[in-house]
Structure formats: C-alpha cells, structure tokens
C-alpha cells in the first residue's frame, strides 16, 4: 500500500486551503524549530472551542495547542504537565489544571477545550469526558494571533524550547468562535458528523509547515 508522505523542509511555504480529511501531521523528532503555523485573519476571541486528536508516546511535559499575541505568550495553551500529570488549559497567562485524567502513552486522545469571557470559564474533555469548569479569566482574546502546533510559544512566534515539543502525530483539529455543545463535542469525539470549525477547519486548513513535519494517511482501525 503506498502511503502519501509530504515533507517540508525549512522556509515554511505557503499555500491556499488544503483538506486533511483522513490525514495526520507527524512531528517526527524534538527539535526547536519544526512546527506547523495554522492561519486565520479573525483577531478577536470572546468565546473559544478548539479540538484534536493526538497520540505521543512522550514521557516529559509538551505543548498541544499554542496561540500567542503580542500580550501574552500563552493567549490559549493546552499543555501536557508531564510531572504533575495533568493537562492544562492557560488563557490570557492564567492557568486551569485538570488532574486525574486516564491521559495514556500510544493511545489516540481526543481534547477538546471551551472557555467563555462572559463567565471567565474554561472546561476541558478528554476522550468525550468532561472535567470541572474552572474559571481563569473574563479579559477577550485579541490583538495579531500566531497559533501553532509542535512547540509551545515562550513569545510572540517564537521561544521555542525543544523540551517542550511536540513529538508524535495530530489530527483533526478544529478551531470554532463559540461553544460546542456537549452533543457536538460527542460527534467529534465519536468522529459522526459534526460542523467543522468556523475559524479553522481541517477540510480547509490554511497552514504553513516549518522545518521536518509530514502529513501521512492517518492510522486506521481494521474491523
């Protein structure tokens, strides 16, 4: 079976709108410059859903999801606390943390994270489980946003630090401006049929690739 394999190295090449449908981004090896840059002109966040799948086999801390202003580098984080074993959700630089959580190695996980400014709440699911909703803070999301996947932003587009990398392989990652509703959140978890993110959209995603990250045919289940 021959598996469609894209490797972009270095330059981050820009390119119109592409369906990933069926498709993953492997992020091969730690590094502090391979990532992908996702591409959106909407600069104001007063509500937030973002959802994706990921499987790692990592044993340290890495950044899942990083959107950075020129305010704050971690404007919207999800994060892996590799020694606190808990998956956190930073908006605005304040920090939600979710313990507990059946978050395994070489297991496909699906995250999907709300937050509201009216309420200043973030709530996390994991794998279609929902956890508490913690509040951080009511302040809108605004100003230029780089959003990536790989590294985890310590500035605006950059800082990055290899032992916070990403190394393993994403899908499916949608981004919308309100909040999914727990049985939206399912159908995505459950991959039925769902809207796909209004602000990103993995069957239309505008992105960049920088450094050594692929895109491969997604792993499938045989039945």
């Known amino acids: 079976m021959l598996l469609l394999i894209v490797l972009v190295m270095l330059g981050g090449c820009a390119a119109s709108p592409q369906d990933l449908s069926g498709k993953m981004f492997i992020f091969p090896q730690e590094s502090n410059s391979h990532y992908v840059k996702l591409i959106t002109t909407k600069q104001l966040f007063k509500t937030i859903t973002i959802c994706h799948r990921s499987f790692s086999d990592l044993k340290r801390d890495y950044a899942l999801f990083s959107l950075a202003t020129p305010s704050f580098s971690n404007d ?17 630089d304040r920090k939600a943390e979710y313990g507990g959580l059946d978050y395994k190695l070489n297991t496909w996980h699906a995250v999907c994270t709300t ?27 605004t100003g230029d946003n780089i959003i990536v996947l790989g590294q985890e932003q310590d500035s605006h587009g950059g800082g990055f630090n290899a032992k916070q990398s990403f190394v393993g392989v994403m899908s499916d990652v949608h981004m919308w401006d309100y909040i999914l509703s727990p049985c939206e959140i399912h159908k995505y978890v459950d991959e039925l049929n769902f809207s796909p993110g209004n602000v990103l959209s993995w069957s239309a995603l505008d992105f960049n690739i920088v450094g050594k990250v692929l895109i491969d045919e997604k792993m499938q289940t045989c039945h």
């Open 115 to 141: 937050w509201d400014s009216d309420s200043g709440l973030v709530q996390l699911w994991l794998d279609g489980q929902l956890s508490l909703k913690k509040f951080v803070t009511t302040a809108p999301i």
């Open 76 to 92: 919207f984080l999800i994060f892996w606390d590799a020694t606190n074993k808990e998956l956190e959700a930073h908006i605005r």
